[in-house]
């Protein structure tokens, strides 16, 4: 290939005798830019090679020797399928540009194995639909060792220049991370025709292992000290290192075997580099003939759907039910809906979260429950009209049981409001009240009378076995009573409460555990037969 002007230009820059010296040592040219702490475009152009930029170099330079000429022709720059003594081979396979194009690779593949198209490889397995994408980097935890041995050399070898003259290298070089990004992104946004977002909900991750980093960081464990401190305070057990997408890539790649990243920067935190060096071989060994291996995870963050649902079946309950393996009622409102909504989006499975939730013998009425589902590693986005459609389908079961309204694809906002409207809102319910006395118009008229009325409520005794024995203040708004033809002993009681509120313990008192309650009112036994929930009272449409 011929030499990019914009190398030549950045060459012409840089001091001749420090980049024959790192080309010498086996570092590839995006590793020589990064200590050379270059931050610009050339990471991004494909490359000669580092023989290639030696000779040019070594010729340009008026006083060389000719034995310096006999030693490079046999020094391991000659050899392009060396790794790189410091990134190992990450950032060379990106001068191969061969199955870019969704073209299958080979098992066992070497510095070939080119990054986009093992991204391209690995969307047209998953099935994913890509519009946007955010891409992450996982590195192997050798590399932070091989940085930092490099640096302590150069220090040594360099006293005098300024360029390496700080203490810290994670302050004074390019991060590998960035480096493979900003080598990577323009193409890959090409292969991909999309754009590149932080804020994409689907995440690319290219996961870079090496055989070699277990054995390698292993000295650091004697001279961990923080990491362990940290360990004996969680009882001996290590704290999540990842959440979210970190997590997956984990549980997907698999991690590598005896390291974790964010131990070894711990250790690294503690131990000056005159201790380093004295640990660690500076520079590092050239013994690694193998590259890193690459893999790539891809997973699209959840995607929420939401709506408000009504509930017309009194055998119903609002997520699946088992008690000792057996299934309670004729089927949840989890299921009716989210079986529909999930193929709809190719998603791997969905959670379901509502605005509070009913008993299984309670309906939902009126305006509906607000409900969303989270769809988990969805592969495709479908239109406003397919949503639509699965409304339709939901709504045409013959059953009846379920019916939504208003369904669309929300943000992740919405979670935030699911969780307030099930404690700060107003909900408001139609009970069937049976007393053991005649109804009285003096009973209505009492109820009726009372507003902001506020009860205490201990945990129900039919909650006891989930729920934390607690005493819980709640407000009953305001009631209005309806007599029920030819029944006197029964009455309709509607009533708006705040969110929480258990109503049937109201009604009966569950034992004298909920005071007052509608019994100790209206002086009376009292009883509930019948409770639909008409509002809940949120901004949610």
């Not at 392009?80 to 080979?106: F, M, Y």
């Not at 997907?252 to 390291?259: F, P, Q, S, V, Y």
Request: proline letters at 4%.
């Amino acid at each position: 290939m011929g030499f990019p002007d914009a190398l030549q230009e950045l060459l012409d820059t840089l001091p001749a005798h420090v980049v024959l010296e790192l080309l010498r040592q086996g570092l590839c040219l995006r590793c020589m830019f990064r200590f050379l702490n270059i931050r610009d475009a050339v990471y991004s152009i494909e490359l000669p090679s580092p023989a290639e930029v030696y000779r040019k170099i070594f010729f340009s330079i008026e006083h060389h020797q000719e034995d310096d000429l006999e030693n490079l022709k046999n020094s391991e720059l000659d050899v392009n399928s060396a790794p790189c003594l410091i990134c190992l081979g990450v950032l060379q396979r990106l001068d191969h540009t061969a199955g870019t194009e969704r073209q299958e690779q080979k098992p066992g593949e070497g510095l070939e194995k080119n990054p986009v198209s093992c991204i391209l490889k690995a969307i047209n397995d998953a099935g994913h639909s890509v519009d946007k994408f955010c891409l992450e980097v996982s590195l192997p935890a050798l590399i932070l060792l091989r940085e930092r041995g490099f640096w302590c050399y150069l220090k040594e070898q360099h006293k005098g220049e300024a360029l390496f003259s700080g203490q810290d290298v994670s302050d004074h070089i390019v991060s590998l991370k960035e480096a493979v990004k900003w080598s990577l992104l323009e193409r890959l946004e090409h292969a991909l025709s999309a754009k590149f977002d932080t804020s994409a909900a689907l995440r690319i991750a290219l996961v870079f292992k090496h055989p070699g980093s277990p054995a390698e960081v292993e000295f650091l464990a004697a001279a961990s000290t923080g990491g362990d401190a940290k360990r004996k305070r969680n009882g001996g057990q290590n704290e999540p290192e990842s959440q979210g997408f970190a997590a997956v890539v984990a549980a997907r790649a698999g991690a590598e075997a005896g390291e974790s990243l964010a131990a070894v920067q711990r250790s690294l935190a503690f131990m000056n580099n005159e201790l380093f060096m004295r640990r660690y071989q500076c520079p590092p060994s050239k013994v690694c003939a193998l590259p890193c291996e690459i893999a790539a995870v891809i997973w699209r963050n959840p995607v929420f759907v939401g709506g408000r649902y009504l509930k017309f079946s009194r055998n119903v309950s609002q997520s699946r039910w088992l008690i000792e393996e057996e299934r309670m009622g004729e089927g949840s409102v989890q299921e009716i809906i989210g079986d529909v909504v999930m193929p709809f989006y190719k998603a791997d499975n969905y959670k379901f979260h509502a605005a509070g939730r009913e008993d299984i013998d309670v309906r939902m009425l009126g305006t509906g429950r607000p409900f969303i589902i989270e769809l988990l590693n969805a592969r495709r986005i479908p239109t406003a009209s397919e949503i639509e459609k699965a409304e339709v389908d939901i709504n045409g079961q013959k059953e009846g049981w379920v019916k939504v309204k208003g369904l669309r694809q929300v943000g992740i906002e919405v979670c935030a409001l699911m969780r307030q409207g099930e404690v700060e809102k107003q909900k408001e319910y139609v009970a069937v009240v049976w007393l053991d006395r005649p109804v009285t118009q003096a009973d209505f008229r009492r109820l009726f009378d009372l507003k902001e009325l506020e009860i205490q409520q201990k945990t129900p005794v039919r909650v006891l076995h989930r729920r934390s024995p607690l005493i819980r203040p709640r407000t009953i708004h305001w009631m209005r009573c309806e007599p029920i033809k030819g029944s006197e002993n029964y009455f309709l009681l509607q009533l708006c409460t705040q969110a929480g509120t258990y109503i049937k313990e109201f009604v009966h008192g569950d034992l004298g555990r909920t005071y007052p309650n509608v019994g100790s009112l209206l002086d009376c036994a009292a009883d509930i037969l019948q409770l639909d929930v008409m509002d809940v009272k949120m901004e949610f449409d």
